[in-house]
């Protein structure tokens, strides 16, 4: 029903006025909210009788004392039409007398009064109990009904204040809200002014409550009325329900078992428990599925991996995080759990006691306060993977059926977590240990380098990829460095980068240049695309870097196929980037690789890495490069073994567990000395292969090395005599070792492939690269632009060939 007349001036619906009223029905106090409804200032109406105010007194109901509501009545104003009003009474006693208290409400068109809603106070309409308290200016209280007792607070009695039946902070706070409403006249809203109390019962209940001024017959403020409900099942209800969204929320979002227990118990406290802990089955932590249908124990025993309390540290006497939980008695209740999900609820502590008996469980397992605890297993695709226990211990009110069944609803959820954290980390480590295995040594050590490689597989939610570093020993004491970068993460990237890096060492083997071993390489992945099915060939590719170092000269030779350029910190401590000229990624084929040589300074160090060390999400590229060289720059020293700086400098770039994985390669550059080289220059003339015999042997000589004279004489005539006799033009011969092996080279101006046959027993030639292959530890020819070398390398130290069974291999005119 509308508003009579033509509505009230500065009253606006669904506003609450509050009229006390003495035994006799005598007004004796009256709020603002009255006046501006009704017109009429506290003189004209307090002493006065309500009904006089009434269109029709006799509409007055006798029994609305009762506290119920008496529903509409047509009121007159002082001016204007009459205006009808939503009508409710609760009577409140006093030490001698008692009061009635009456709200009165203008209402939205239609609607009932519990319905209306359109401003403060209104929803007290729509209360079964309704708990009142009138305050004197002083906030001491004067009278109350008996419904406050219902509404959760303790007996109020005339003269007490809140703070007596209330927490002292929050009465505090309380006190000083009322304050503001008999100062300033403005109400308090619903909601607004909250307090926590201890019931008949001890269970702590939530209060809000609503206040408005009261005044008397000379229109000052005579004190405060307030409005008490019971709110505890709503906030109850909505704590539940906070707890569960903020579970769906931020349980999940990682695939660490860990990490999600440690988000679980973060949910529960303090929002819902105030000791929460995770156990998991302890072969769950490492991927594993645990035995279906059996209780944790044996090998499948149980491991705190988190624990949260509300007050601070765990506390020093329960389990502590990584420890094993002891052995538990054979409780009916805990078996069902474990076997079909179910979740133990547990409001008595002596029964906890008598049900563990071990004085030293119970220190370990029950806190100190601890009065409710609510058990609930993580049971997911019919496995038991842990479970999660909550304990209340500094709030009063214990758990509830609705409390089990909510953390029931959070830990089902959360066990799918665990389940598929569970699942990745089996995967991720397989992965890894792949990968691991397919990756050389971290260290290696040569005559050309001494270097040290560092992977570290993508943490934090990420597949690992197919990074990859390799250090692969050439002839003639060169050595190549491999760096490289799978597209794609998991097995299969592991599986591919396994077939490149075995691509890589093969064809390094047939001493390409770099550039020509990248266009191989590129073929090669174009191959592994075609193979695959038509919806995966865009993900099948990869980056790589190659660089050839040679330590008798001391360049290094790089070709790049889409990969980050190399850096160098030289012995001084400066960093510079190789300018390289990249290519792009292998898999797209149609471009040949650019090689860039460059002079590299003896004691320097070689950094190769891949993107994962340089990418990263806060940071940009240019950005994530400057502090890789920046850290290298700091952490490289002549007197630092290169493992401990790739540890270093992947720990000082990285930002928590990476999102890529990441490779560094470290190597040390060395040169041989010059007085361990010698190189001659022979015309074509065989008569001049003596000479070479000659000077090599006085060399051999200076070295200590006379006991390899013999056969070097042997592979150097055959080679310079072959070379003279087939390629024609001027040949080149050098000389040189290191601590283990001899290497002797010749160079001619030809470039046809030598290949090892075995001479049959009429034929007067074709034995010298048998003869070669027998007194040489290995051999080979790699090409240039123009012309070829042919190389073999001796063991020092293994003896010459004098005692070799040469019979059948001589061919004299060879030598």
Known sequence: MAILGDGVEGAAVGEVAVVVLDDAGIVRRWSDAA?????????????????????????????????????????????????????????????????????????????????????????????DRLGVVLFDTRLNVVRANNLVESAGLPPLRAGCRLGDVVRAEDAEEAEALLRRVLETGVPLVGGELWMRAPSASGQERSLSASAVRLGGADGRPTGVAAFVTDDTEQRRARRRAEVSHAASVRIGASLDVARTAKDIADVLVPAFADLVSVDIVEVVLEGEEPAKGVMPSG???????????????????????????????????????????????????????????????IRALLPEKGHSLVISPLFARG?????????????AEGFQQEDADLLFDIASRAALSVDNARRYTREHRAAVELQQRLLPRATAQSTAAESAGRYVPAGGGADISGDWFDVIPLSS????????????????????????????????????????????????????????????????????????????????????????????????????????????????????????????????????????????????????????????????????????????????????????????????????????????????????????????????????????????????????????????????????????????????????????????????????????????????????????TIWAEQTIGAGSGAGLDFAGVWDTAEI
């Not at 991996?305 to 538990?328: E, F, H, N, R, S």
């Not at 000082?652 to 007085?675: F, K, Q, W, Y």
């Open 35 to 127: 006046t501006r409804l009704l017109g009429h200032a506290v003189p004209e109406v307090c002493g006065r009788p309500l009904t006089h105010l009434l269109a029709d007194p006799a509409q007055w109901n006798a029994d609305a004392s009762a506290g119920s509501d008496v529903g509409r009545r047509v009121f007159r104003r002082s001016s204007g039409p009459p205006i009808e009003l939503v009508v409710r009474t609760a009577r409140v006693a006093g030490p001698d007398d008692s009061a009635e208290v009456v709200l009165l409400s203008c209402p939205a068109p239609g609607g009932s009064a519990a319905e209306q809603g359109a401003g403060f106070l209104t929803s007290l309409f729509g209360q």
């Open 477 to 788: 004491l060169r050595v190549a460095f491999v760096v490289g970068d799978v597209v794609g993460h998991g097995l299969h990237a592991a599986a591919t980068m396994g077939r490149l890096r075995t691509a890589i060492r093969t064809l390094a083997e047939l001493e390409l240049e770099p550039g020509e071993l990248l266009i191989h390489l590129d073929d090669l992945v174009q191959q592994l695309a075609d193979e695959a099915a038509p919806e995966d060939r865009d993900t099948i590719g990869a980056t790589c870097l190659y660089a050839l170092y040679d330590p008798i000269t001391g360049t290094c030779a790089l070709a790049d196929a889409g990969h980050p350029p190399p850096a160098v910190i030289a012995p001084d401590g400066t960093v510079r980037t190789i300018e390289v000229h990249p290519g792009p990624p292998l898999g797209v084929g149609g471009m040949p690789f650019e090689v860039t040589t460059v002079h590299v300074e003896p004691g320097s160090i070689l950094a190769l890495y891949t993107d994962g060390l340089v990418e990263r999400t806060s940071k940009d590229l240019d950005e994530g490069t400057r502090d890789l060289l920046g850290s290298l720059s700091t952490l490289c020293g002549a007197a630092r073994a290169l493992e401990d700086i790739a540890h270093d400098v992947v720990s000082a770039v990285s930002e928590g567990p990476p999102r890529d994985d990441m490779a560094l390669l470290l190597a040390r550059t060395h040169l041989i000395p010059a007085a361990d080289t010698a190189a001659w220059q022979f015309p074509d003339d065989t008569s001049r292969v003596a000479d070479a015999r000659k000077a090599v042997a006085r060399r051999l000589a200076d070295w200590g090395l006379d006991d390899l004279a013999f056969t070097t004489e042997l592979i150097v005539s055959e080679l310079v005599t072959n070379a003279m006799r087939y390629a024609g033009g001027t040949v080149g011969l050098r000389l040189f070792h290191d601590d283990r092996t001899l290497v002797c080279e010749v160079t001619d101006a030809s470039n046809t492939q030598p290949r090892l046959i075995r001479a049959r027993a009429g034929d007067e030639g074709g034995r010298g690269l048998f003869l070669v292959a027998q007194l040489a530890r290995r051999w080979g020819s790699r090409y240039h632009r123009t012309g070829k």
């Open 299 to 361: 090998r499948w025993r149980m491991r705190r991996v988190a624990a949260v309390c509300a007050t601070g540290p765990w506390p020093a006497d329960l389990i502590q995080v990584g420890d094993v939980m002891p052995p538990l008695p054979d409780v009916p209740q805990a078996r069902r759990a474990a076997l079909h999900g179910d979740t133990i609820l547990k409001t008595s502590r002596q029964e906890l006691e008598d049900q563990l008996a071990d004085p030293e469980v």
């Open 383 to 395: 496995l038991l993977l842990g479970f999660v226990s909550a304990w209340r211990t500094e709030r």
